[in-house]
């Protein structure tokens, strides 16, 4: 008998035989009174705002008042148009300039005030982190209290999908224990409720 044979059983052996259940956790998990209050406050304690819009109407205007400034913009939403059509181009490096990037997310969460993103075509992941400035827009409502409710809503399903949780502007605070905002991606967040 081999070395590797031997181990293996010994392993095998060696296992307990009695199968218990494990027990079930009923751990307490905060929740807010007012999430939209909640997530707002922790969202701009990392950096970042958020705004409620009614319409995409509204958040087209809202970006033509607080972006007078960004020419290249990107978006992946529908109905918001960018100045530069992401599928037009196969080398995610050519986004170096966009000033501001439109994207779409599925909910927030009010603990600590990330929004889960997942792209089911994220052509070009660099977008979310090249970007100078960062707009995510969130359907009205969906906020949740906790990491651990958001946990139970992500879902990637059998599709080949890229999903990640994005929580205010790029920041760093490695150096000297101070917060840089920007130190390596975009310098501004906003999350905005439609």
């Known amino acids: 008998m081999s070395s590797r044979k031997a181990i293996l059983k010994a392993i095998k052996e ?13 751990i307490f998990h905060t929740t807010y009174e007012d999430l939209d209050a909640k997530f707002a406050t922790t969202l701009a ?25 960004a020419s290249v ?14 599928s037009a181009t196969d080398d995610p490096h050519t986004l170096k300039d ?17 929004v889960w993103v997942k792209e089911a075509d994220a ?13 995510i827009i969130v359907p009205k409502g969906e906020v949740v209290h906790s990491m651990h409710e958001a946990y139970t809503r992500v879902n990637f399903g ?13 920041k ?3 150096i000297e224990q ?10 501004e967040a906003c999350v905005v409720f439609v």
Do not use: C, W
């Open 45 to 69: 304690s990392v950096g970042g705002n958020a705004v409620h819009l009614e319409t995409l109407d509204s958040v087209k205007n809202y970006i033509k008042e607080h972006y007078k400034d």
């Open 14 to 26: 060696g296992r307990p035989h009695n199968e218990n259940a494990l027990p079930e956790v009923n």
């Open 123 to 135: 052509r070009h992941r660099a977008l979310y982190f090249i970007a100078q400035k960062l707009m």
């Open 73 to 86: 913009i990107v978006s992946t939403v529908s109905g918001l148009e960018g100045t530069k059509e992401l």
């Open 172 to 174: 760093t605070a490695d």
């Open 158 to 170: 059998d599709k080949d999908v890229f999903g990640l949780f994005i929580s205010g502007p790029s």
């Open 178 to 187: 101070s917060l840089v905002i920007g130190a390596h991606g975009a310098t």
């Open 98 to 114: 966009v000033d501001l990037a439109i994207i779409k997310g599925e909910f927030a969460v009010a603990e600590n005030g990330a």
